[in-house]
């Protein structure tokens, strides 16, 4: 392929000959052992990955609302190769922001243009593992650096990582972030796990046994808490509700389609896609900085839009939906990602209440 028009707004017309792309690839990412390596090539030559970073580190530097309507528009057409963008867009940022100049300089340039893949390990510090007594990664200081020794346990394409963007705590209960290379003596990427639904993202594990990392490496700390400073790859953010509402958006349209020889369908695609809209609103007021409603609210109501409008494509669908290949399948399994990722007790409770039926 010839290289493509760079996509330099949301409603760049270049942005319709990707969305068409990936939407027509996203059924082949169902197979065994796939990975959205030719989606990401893509992506990469419309220059998806500058709209993240600013300027200065050679990107397009989209304002957040403009971001927050790419990636609606990206995970409605394939929502595996969103997430795995959002996880090497978190590595980037985290990388791009940290203090270690240096280390930015020598990873960025060939991250922006796609030719190396950096990845997010953090979950192990925010809502992974945390009601265990011990750390699951911990380190410890060395001459030069630090020793890191153990796992983190969900690291999106780690398979095909050249960096994982990782977190340890130390002894004191400070905590480092860094940027490792998956090559260090010590490091291993074991055979990523097979998933309800986004299998083609590759998220496994990385261990790490005794790996020492230089202190080039380091990005942020020793410090309390190391997740809640700097940029990036936070959890329970706004990020995670627009890829819901991407995904809602997909199955709606469908419904809709139906709807032109199916009066039936009228109703209901009419009224959810009335929740959509208001919701996608609230969504682009709170990244305006306008304070519409909480950010948790928000992410709550994401789940429920895209767990209930992906069961509605598949009743509309009826046993046809239920084939393995059918879209409708798909979106339910995808769907369900959202009760389990980067996501805050609040939100998990929430969620729980209104399963229960105990939501007002
Ligand atoms: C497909 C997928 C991709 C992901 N990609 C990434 C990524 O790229 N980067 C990243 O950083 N994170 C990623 N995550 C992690 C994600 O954001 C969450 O951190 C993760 O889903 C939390 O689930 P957990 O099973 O590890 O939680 P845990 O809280 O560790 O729960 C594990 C088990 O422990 C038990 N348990 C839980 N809480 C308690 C308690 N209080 N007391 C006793 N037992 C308890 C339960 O039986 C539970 O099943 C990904 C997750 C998934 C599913």
Not at 180 to 197: F, I
């Amino acid at each position: 392929m010839a290289d493509a028009v760079k996509i330099t707004s949301p409603d760049d017309p270049a942005f319709d000959e990707l969305a068409a792309r990936l939407a027509e690839m996203a059924p082949e990412l169902e197979e065994e052992g796939a990975w959205p390596g030719e989606q990401l090539a893509l992506c990469g030559r419309y220059g998806v990955f500058e709209w993240f970073l600013a300027e200065e580190f050679g990107g397009q530097g989209w304002r957040q609302p403009d971001i927050f309507r790419g990636y609606l528009r990206l995970s409605a057409a394939c929502l595996t190769t969103t997430f795995v963008i959002t996880q090497r867009t978190g590595a980037c940022q985290r990388i791009a922001h940290s203090d270690n100049e240096a280390i930015g300089r020598e990873l960025l340039p060939d991250l922006l243009t796609g030719r190396t893949f950096a990845t997010v390990g953090v979950s192990h510090l925010t809502t992974s593992r945390r009601h265990l007594a011990k750390p699951v990664m911990r380190a410890e200081e060395s001459d030069d650096g630090f020793v890191l020794d153990g796992f983190s346990p969900w690291v999106t394409g780690a398979p095909h990582a050249q960096t994982v963007v990782t977190g340890a705590t130390l002894d004191d209960g400070r905590q480092i972030l860094v940027a490792l290379p998956t090559d260090l003596p010590g490091a291993s990427v074991p055979p990523p796990a097979r998933l309800v639904g986004l299998s083609a993202s590759q998220t496994g594990a990385v261990n790490c046994e005794r790996v020492h990392v230089p202190q080039t490496h380091l990005l942020a700390g020793p410090v309390a808490e190391v997740m809640k400073q700097g940029v990036g790859a936070g959890t329970g953010g706004l990020q995670t509700s627009t890829l819901a509402i991407g995904l809602a958006d997909a199955a709606i349209t469908y419904l809709e389609e139906e709807r032109e020889r199916r009066n039936d369908l009228a109703e209901p695609a009419g009224a959810l896609r009335s929740d959509w809209r208001r919701t996608r609103d609230d969504l682009l007021s709170l990244a305006e900085g306008q304070n519409v409603c909480s950010t948790e609210d928000l992410r709550v109501r994401a789940n429920s839009l895209a767990l209930r409008t992906a069961q509605a494509a598949l009743a509309a669908a009826k046993g046809t939906g239920y084939v393995v290949g059918h879209p409708a399948g798909r979106w339910c399994r995808e769907a369900l990602f959202f009760l389990v990722w980067s996501c805050p007790q609040p939100v998990m409770a929430a969620n729980l209440c209104e399963l229960a039926g105990l939501a007002e």
